[in-house]
């Protein structure tokens, strides 16, 4: 099942029943105040943050299973509000991981290191939940020889809380649908197989593109998202629709 609708998330969260979702994964709106083409970013305010996202969080909270997760992509601007917000409704001790995305690229500043990372705060609902070990290829500056062969395991290395992907370039032919903050298939692949299984449903309410649609229809998880924007949900429906793999 892949459920896209246009509405605003809201009404989508309240329409659903409790404890119904597996996983939650959202890159939500970063207060930057931008205009985007495709959205209007909020203000960098911590009230209208607060007032935004207070309502939405609880009750993405409730929709969750006791065995479900959040993840919530943000960058800076944001993500010390959203901790606290976060830290309120899920508790401080259902806090899993901060998770930095480091990228390939970032807006040059004169006086300011180079911005190269989102933040993505993970946390559950309570401590029974899933979580299925991921590794990926050790760097060819990895020991070699004996070292390696006795202390590294041949499926490469676990994955830590700092992950290394690029950003989509503007001409990647291969991902790229036409979407402002489009994020890569890789980094929501690793959200969606570290903490759900097959058949499980996952919820995106903040669709954008649709990528987090197009990652579990090819993972075959259950799928459910929605997005204010017109051209946003047409974006992620024609790409889910564009798939050749079935959810079984």
Excluded at 41 to 51: A, F, H, Q, R, T
Excluded at 68 to 75: C, F, P, R, T, V
Excluded at 129 to 151: L, V
Excluded at 227 to 248: P, W
Aim: glycine share 6%.
């Amino acid at each position: 099942m892949i459920d896209i609708t246009l509405q605003d998330n809201l009404n989508l969260l309240k329409s659903l029943d409790s404890d119904s979702i597996d996983l939650i994964y959202s890159d939500i709106l970063y207060g930057t105040g931008r205009d985007f083409g495709d959205y209007q970013d909020l203000k960098p305010n911590k009230k209208d943050v607060e007032n935004h996202y207070l309502i939405r969080i609880d009750e993405m909270k409730r929709v969750l299973k006791n065995t479900g997760q959040i993840y919530l992509q943000m960058d800076y601007r944001i993500s010390h509000w959203i901790r606290c917000i976060l830290d309120d409704v899920f508790g401080y001790n259902n806090f899993r991981n901060e998770i930095v995305w480091s990228y390939n690229s970032a807006p040059r500043k004169k006086n300011c290191f180079g911005y190269r990372h989102d933040t993505i705060l993970r946390y559950s609902k309570t401590d029974n939940f899933t979580f299925n070990e991921i590794r990926e290829p050790y760097s060819e500056t990895a020991p070699r020889g004996y070292t390696k062969e006795k202390y590294y395991n041949p499926n490469g290395k676990v994955i830590g809380d700092v992950w290394n992907i690029n950003i989509l370039g503007q001409n990647d032919k291969t991902e790229r649908c036409g979407y402002a903050t489009q994020k890569p298939e890789a980094l929501i692949e690793r959200v969606v197989l570290s903490s759900s299984n097959v058949n499980d449903v996952v919820a995106d309410f903040y669709l954008g593109s649709g990528t987090t649609a197009v990652v579990c229809k090819k993972l075959n998880r259950n799928f459910i998202g929605c997005d204010i924007s017109e051209k946003a949900v047409s974006i992620a429906k024609k790409r889910v629709d564009d798939l050749d793999c079935v959810l079984f």
